[in-house]
């Protein structure tokens, strides 16, 4: 299995991807909401609550030019089917949303960071590389969720 990059070409504002998972909508849901296993595939998440306007933060190892901090508020959340949340990191404030539906062959998985301003096109190029290592890690993880 492997993630499919669906980004409209030509723009710069939205990313998004779409994952077929041959596993069922819980171990998916697991793996986007569970600290442990949240911190296996994207980075590491400290004071993760899943409520509406619950502050929580992504932790990295600092790099030149970022402090390795994504500060994030939960704006949405439909226990087992969606999870919407702000991700700001330097200037950078988007929103991230992730939504989960069953299939006949497992799950199917949209994952969406919208917001991207059009001075953010390094952010943006940045970011989409990025969504495309970590949902190869995603995948992984998933896989081997109990």
Known sequence: MISNDKTQGGQTETISFELDFK????????????????????????????E???SFTFQAP???????????????????????????TGDLDTMLTFSVTPTDAGTHLYIEQSGFKPHQK????????????????LIEVVAEVD
């Open 62 to 88: 600092p790099k030149p030019g970022w402090d390795g901090q994504v500060n994030c508020q939960v704006v949405e959340i439909d226990e087992g089917k969606l999870l919407r949340y702000r991700w700001r």
């Open 23 to 50: 596993h069922s909508p819980k171990k998916v849901w697991r793996a986007l909401t569970e600290p442990e296993l949240l911190s296996k595939w994207l980075l590491p998440v400290l004071d993760l609550k899943l």
């Open 122 to 137: 390094q952010n943006f190029g940045g970011a989409r590389y990025g969504w495309r290592m970590m949902s190869d890690r």
């Open 52 to 54: 509406p306007g619950a």
